[in-house]
Structure formats: structure tokens, C-alpha cells
């Protein structure tokens, strides 16, 4: 077993305009997708991310960031454990970000 | 969902759109009703941070609370944008840090007074009966244009339209939040009565379409009256007469949809499947409603329902007394619905030739359930011929499916 990042991306647009019932039944398919994750063993870590933050650059530049379009601001991160990429890709189709055209990045994560 | 038991423990299932709710009335207090606009995009990018936060772990124990401090930091950040007069941003500052200091049982009043002040500001007696409902249903009870719009069958252009209105009214008329008291209070809480009686009208009446919305549309109505009732009912007891009719129809929600959705009348429902929780307290406010006070529309038909309830079968329920309150209703609401409705008893006391007579001529002439009745009790006076042609009238009338389908099935019978 290995560990997986899986990066969440965008979906934010069409969150913004939603209902709240609407977000209540999105917020609970999130809900459920991760405690069957949890269930089986499977989730390692993971948490949301706050959409305000700092970019520093060389010289001690710190400016409000991300500057990232919509699409590309990173919403929060998991730590999936899987035998290998395809299996944790396969795992990752469930999410309900694609619901909202977001998107997941798969990254194994290296050992040491 | 469908089968989901009505109930008032059914609206705690709706956290999102009652904490928007809750927020919306709560920072509107700060920020003043012709800012209106403002507090709802605070709010919906309050609800959004609640979505990314708690889609990740589970909702707080104290929903309102954590969306409160979130809520309250959002509304600072937009004043320092809007670089608002400093004065101005004063007041704010200091009311927000004390809704944050509140206790939890304080935070829980301070809510429940937000709210009923915004219940009185939307039904506002210069507002459109039905800019009154829109603007409740979107600051009160969170609903979106879209889901408004579909609850009415409407565009959301229309909806927009009615919100739009009611928006300006406040803007111009410098709405203020609060409750009326003394003589104002006894003006403005009928209007605030009937309000959410139509509310729930309109729910109840579409509660055979398609979605589950329609039902919200009631419980939403009895949410907003149980606030009413509970601050006034003491002295205005037809709100308790209004709490106690909505709550009878309640307990009969489940009761009268088949398991494929079809209507299911009266006289062959289950009476089991009637909510006894709900029944139960249907008869509590309706012995709050004081038969001492004048009798308004609320507590006939309160009344009427409670007959109903308290009969074992459709056969056994005592017609007379409900005939009666019938009468009642229409000496104090002479319009030619309440005929239509009282031909049911008249026809249970004194047969289908007596109630026919009483439809005759009504001006209903448009409306489906007027030949819908009509059929009905000239099927029962063996009129067959005259029953079909009624009940075709009556299915070419109604625009919803499931009405087209029980009058098919009577259409049945006239062969």
C-alpha cells in the first residue's frame, strides 16, 4: 500500500451559485464518498483548504494569493492509500468535484 | 425522499437553508434592510465556506455558532472594502462583536428575534401578496430564485421581478426590522397571518405535482407561523388557530400520496398513516386558540380539520357539524370556493340532488374541481351520462398528472 495526494481543483464557480438545499446535498455526497473511504481503510488525511492566502517569492515578495485562475485554485487535499496510480485514479472517480467541473490530481506520494 | 415522515423534526434536515435564513434576518439587523443585497452575498459566502469546511469532516455541533464567527468575519472584511464611513462601520463593528459574545441560549433569542422582525418586514402590508411570499422564501427560508420559481411554476425572471419590488419598498420606505407593538402590531399581524396561510395554500395545492419542494413550501410556512405563534400567540390567538390548521394537513401529508404517487382522497385514506405526533399538537394550539377571541377563517377551518380527525372512518365523521362550520365560513368569507368545498357535506347530509343544486351556477366554470366535484355527485345520483361529461371537462381543465389520473379512474365508473 501506498499513499496517494489527490489535489482538488476549481468547482468553484458553480458552487457559488448554488441553492443552499443544493449545497447541503453536495456537501453530504462529500460527506459519504470520504467515510466509505474511511471505512475501508483507505484515507490517510485530508482537509480544505482556505481559498485567501500568500505567495512569497524570492526577496521576501509576499503578495494575497493564489493568483490562480478560478479552475486551478487548489480547494483541498487527501491522502488516499492505494496499491498503485491506477488504483487510486479509479478511486478518485467517485468524487463528487466532478460534479461541479472540478478536477483531481493524483500524485503518489514518494517514500523515503 | 418522498416517503420521508412530515414532521417538524423534518425541517432540521434542512441546516443550510435555515442557518441561511437565520444569518440573512440576524446580519440584516446590523447592516439595514436597503442593504439587503449585501448581507445575502455575506451570507451565501458564508454558506459556501461551510460547504468546503464541513464536506471534510462533519457539521459542528453548533452549526449556528460556527457559521456566525465565519459570517461576522465576512461581514468586517466587506465593510473595510467599502471603506464606509467610519462612524458607521463603528456601529456595525460593536454589534457584531456582541452577537459573537452572546451566550449560546441569548444567540439562540437574538435569532428568533431577527427572525420575527424579518417575517414582519416581508409581509409587509404595502408589499404584493406574492412579492411577500417571494421575499420570505428567499431571506427566510433560503430558497433560491430557481427553486422558487420552479415551486410556482414560474420564470425566474418573474421571481426576480417580485423580489426586485419588494427590495425597493424597503430602500424607499426605510423598512425598518422590528416588531410592531400595540395598535400597529394588531394591524400588521394579519397581514403577516395571511401571508403565511397563502404560503402554505400554495404548497398544499401543488402538493400532488412532481417534486418534493411543494411540501417544503408548507413546513416552511409552519416553521415561520410556530415563530408567530410563539411570540404572540397569547394574545393574538388566531396565530395559534393558523399553527393548529397547518399542523392538521401536515399529519395527513403522507396520507394522502399512493406509493406510486397517486392522489389518494379523503374518503380512502388510511387514517393510520395520519401523524399522531402532529395530530396531537394540531389539537394542542387548537385549544390555545381561545374560543373566547373572535372567530377568524383560521379557527373554522382548524375546526373543520379537527372533525375530520376526530371521526374513525370517512362514513362515521360527523357531516352536520362540519356542514355547519361550512356555513360559518362562508357568512364570513361569502365567496364561491367555500360553496364548492361545503357541497361535499351538504352531499354527505342530505345526498348528491341537494349538493348539485348548491354547485349550480357557480362561477367556477374554469376551475377543475368545480366538474371534479360535479362528476363525483352525479355518479352517486346514478347520472352517468352527465358524470362523464363533467369529469371529461374537469380532466381537460386540470394541468397536473396526477389529477388526470384519479379523474380517469372515476371516468371509469360512468360506464
Same mark, same amino acid.
Given at each position: 500500500?501506498?499513499?496517494?495526494?489527490?489535489?482538488?481543483?476549481?468547482?468553484?464557480?458553480?458552487?457559488?451559485?448554488?441553492?443552499?438545499?443544493?449545497?447541503?446535498?453536495?456537501?453530504?455526497?462529500?460527506?459519504?464518498?470520504?467515510?466509505?473511504?474511511?471505512?475501508?481503510?483507505?484515507?490517510?488525511?485530508?482537509?480544505?483548504?482556505?481559498?485567501?492566502?500568500?505567495?512569497?517569492?524570492?526577496?521576501?515578495?509576499?503578495?494575497?494569493?493564489?493568483?490562480?485562475?478560478?479552475?486551478?485554485?487548489?480547494?483541498?487535499?487527501?491522502?488516499?492509500?492505494?496499491?498503485?496510480?491506477?488504483?487510486?485514479?479509479?478511486?478518485?472517480?467517485?468524487?463528487?468535484?466532478?460534479?461541479?467541473?472540478?478536477?483531481?490530481?493524483?500524485?503518489?506520494?514518494?517514500?523515503? | 425522499?418522498?416517503?420521508?415522515?412530515?414532521?417538524?423534526?423534518?425541517?432540521?434536515?434542512?441546516?443550510?437553508?435555515?442557518?441561511?435564513?437565520?444569518? +440573512?434576518?440576524?446580519?440584516?439587523?446590523?447592516?439595514?434592510?436597503?442593504?439587503?443585497?449585501?448581507?445575502?452575498?455575506?451570507?451565501?459566502? +458564508?454558506?459556501?465556506?461551510?460547504?468546503?469546511?464541513?464536506?471534510?469532516?462533519?457539521?459542528?455541533?453548533?452549526?449556528?455558532?460556527?457559521?456566525?464567527?465565519?459570517?461576522?468575519?465576512?461581514?468586517?472584511?466587506?465593510?473595510?472594502?467599502?471603506?464606509?464611513?467610519?462612524?458607521?462601520?463603528?456601529?456595525?463593528?460593536?454589534?457584531?462583536?456582541?452577537?459573537?459574545?452572546?451566550?449560546?441560549?441569548?444567540?439562540?433569542?437574538?435569532?428568533?428575534?431577527?427572525?420575527?422582525?424579518?417575517?414582519?418586514?416581508?409581509?409587509?402590508?404595502?408589499?404584493?401578496?406574492?412579492?411577500?411570499?417571494?421575499?420570505?422564501?428567499?431571506?427566510?427560508?433560503?430558497?433560491?430564485?430557481?427553486?422558487?420559481?420552479?415551486?410556482?411554476?414560474?420564470?425566474?425572471?418573474?421571481?426576480?421581478?417580485?423580489?426586485?419590488?419588494?427590495?425597493?419598498?424597503?430602500?424607499?420606505?426605510?423598512?425598518?426590522?422590528?416588531?410592531?407593538?400595540?395598535?400597529?402590531?394588531?394591524?400588521?399581524?394579519?397581514?403577516?397571518?395571511?401571508?403565511?396561510?397563502?404560503?402554505?395554500?400554495?404548497?398544499?395545492?401543488?402538493?400532488?405535482?412532481?417534486?418534493?419542494?411543494?411540501?417544503?413550501?408548507?413546513?416552511?410556512?409552519?416553521?415561520?407561523?410556530?415563530?408567530?405563534?410563539?411570540?404572540?400567540?397569547?394574545?393574538?390567538?388566531?396565530?395559534?388557530?393558523?399553527?393548529?390548521?397547518?399542523?392538521?394537513?401536515?399529519?395527513?401529508?403522507?396520507?394522502? +400520496?399512493?406509493?406510486?404517487?397517486?392522489?389518494?382522497?379523503?374518503?380512502?385514506?388510511?387514517?393510520?398513516?395520519?401523524?399522531?405526533?402532529?395530530?396531537?399538537?394540531?389539537?394542542?394550539?387548537?385549544?390555545?386558540?381561545?374560543?373566547?377571541?373572535?372567530?377568524?377563517?383560521?379557527?373554522?377551518?382548524?375546526?373543520?380539520?379537527?372533525?375530520?380527525?376526530?371521526?374513525?372512518?370517512?362514513?362515521?365523521?360527523?357531516?352536520?357539524?362540519?356542514?355547519?362550520?361550512?356555513?360559518?365560513?362562508?357568512?364570513?368569507?361569502?365567496?364561491?370556493?367555500?360553496?364548492?368545498?361545503?357541497?361535499?357535506?351538504?352531499?354527505?347530509?342530505?345526498?348528491?340532488?341537494?349538493?348539485?343544486?348548491?354547485?349550480?351556477?357557480?362561477?367556477?366554470?374554469?376551475?377543475?374541481?368545480?366538474?371534479?366535484?360535479?362528476?363525483?355527485?352525479?355518479?352517486?345520483?346514478?347520472?352517468?351520462?352527465?358524470?362523464?361529461?363533467?369529469?371529461?371537462?374537469?380532466?381537460?381543465?386540470?394541468?397536473?398528472?396526477?389529477?388526470?389520473?384519479?379523474?380517469?379512474?372515476?371516468?371509469?365508473?360512468?360506464?
Amino acid at each position: 500500500m501506498n499513499d496517494f495526494l489527490y489535489l482538488f481543483r476549481g468547482g468553484a464557480a458553480v458552487r457559488a451559485a448554488l441553492s443552499p438545499e443544493l449545497m447541503q446535498a453536495h456537501m453530504l455526497k462529500w460527506q459519504s464518498w470520504m467515510g466509505k473511504l474511511s471505512q475501508e481503510g483507505k484515507l490517510k488525511d485530508g482537509l480544505p483548504l482556505q481559498s485567501e492566502g500568500k505567495v512569497v517569492k524570492k526577496g521576501g515578495v509576499v503578495t494575497d494569493g493564489p493568483f490562480a485562475e478560478g479552475k486551478e485554485i487548489v480547494g483541498g487535499y487527501l491522502i488516499v492509500k492505494a496499491n498503485n496510480i491506477a488504483e487510486a485514479v479509479e478511486i478518485s472517480k467517485a468524487c463528487p468535484i466532478f460534479e461541479h467541473e472540478g478536477t483531481v490530481e493524483v500524485r503518489e506520494i514518494a517514500s523515503m | 425522499m418522498p416517503e420521508n415522515r412530515a414532521g417538524v423534526d423534518e425541517l432540521l434536515e434542512h441546516v443550510f437553508r435555515h442557518e441561511y435564513g437565520k444569518l +440573512t434576518s440576524t446580519l440584516a439587523r446590523a447592516f439595514g434592510l436597503d442593504r439587503l443585497g449585501v448581507v445575502e452575498d455575506i451570507v451565501q459566502d +458564508t454558506m459556501l465556506v461551510a460547504l468546503r469546511q464541513w464536506s471534510f469532516r462533519e457539521v459542528p455541533k453548533d452549526p449556528t455558532a460556527w457559521l456566525y464567527s465565519v459570517a461576522r468575519n465576512r461581514a468586517l472584511d466587506h465593510l473595510r472594502r467599502e471603506k464606509v464611513a467610519a462612524a458607521f462601520a463603528q456601529v456595525v463593528v460593536d454589534e457584531s462583536e456582541a452577537i459573537t459574545e452572546l451566550s449560546h441560549e441569548s444567540l439562540d433569542s437574538e435569532i428568533q428575534d431577527s427572525q420575527l422582525q424579518m417575517i414582519f418586514a416581508c409581509c409587509h402590508p404595502g408589499i404584493s401578496a406574492e412579492s411577500q411570499i417571494a421575499i420570505a422564501l428567499k431571506t427566510l427560508c433560503g430558497f433560491s430564485v430557481a427553486e422558487i420559481a420552479s415551486a410556482f411554476i414560474t420564470s425566474e425572471a418573474t421571481i426576480e421581478k417580485r423580489l426586485q419590488r419588494a427590495r425597493k419598498y424597503f430602500r424607499e420606505n426605510r423598512v425598518k426590522l422590528e416588531a410592531p407593538t400595540g395598535v400597529a402590531l394588531q394591524a400588521r399581524i394579519s397581514t403577516v397571518l395571511e401571508c403565511l396561510y397563502l404560503l402554505f395554500n400554495e404548497g398544499y395545492k401543488r402538493s400532488h405535482s412532481d417534486g418534493l419542494l411543494e411540501r417544503d413550501l408548507c413546513l416552511e410556512a409552519l416553521r415561520l407561523a410556530l415563530i408567530v405563534s410563539d411570540h404572540f400567540g397569547d394574545s393574538y390567538h388566531e396565530a395559534n388557530a393558523l399553527v393548529a390548521l397547518m399542523l392538521f394537513h401536515a399529519a395527513r401529508f403522507d396520507a394522502r +400520496t399512493g406509493a406510486d404517487g397517486a392522489i389518494i382522497l379523503l374518503s380512502e385514506q388510511d387514517r393510520d398513516r395520519w401523524d399522531p405526533e402532529l395530530r396531537s399538537r394540531a389539537f394542542d394550539y387548537l385549544a390555545r386558540s381561545g374560543a373566547d377571541s373572535f372567530e377568524t377563517h383560521y379557527h373554522i377551518e382548524a375546526a373543520i380539520q379537527a372533525t375530520h380527525f376526530l371521526a374513525p372512518s370517512f362514513a362515521m365523521t360527523d357531516w352536520s357539524s362540519i356542514l355547519a362550520l361550512y356555513k360559518r365560513l362562508y357568512a364570513l368569507n361569502p365567496s364561491p370556493i367555500v360553496l364548492l368545498h361545503m357541497s361535499v357535506s351538504v352531499c354527505e347530509v342530505f345526498g348528491p340532488e341537494e349538493a348539485l343544486a348548491l354547485l349550480e351556477g357557480l362561477p367556477l366554470e374554469d376551475y377543475y374541481l368545480y366538474h371534479a366535484l360535479k362528476g363525483d355527485m352525479l355518479l352517486r345520483a346514478n347520472r352517468k351520462k352527465e358524470a362523464f361529461d363533467s369529469l371529461t371537462l374537469a380532466s381537460s381543465l386540470s394541468k397536473n398528472e396526477k389529477e388526470r389520473m384519479l379523474l380517469a379512474k372515476k371516468l371509469e365508473g360512468c360506464n
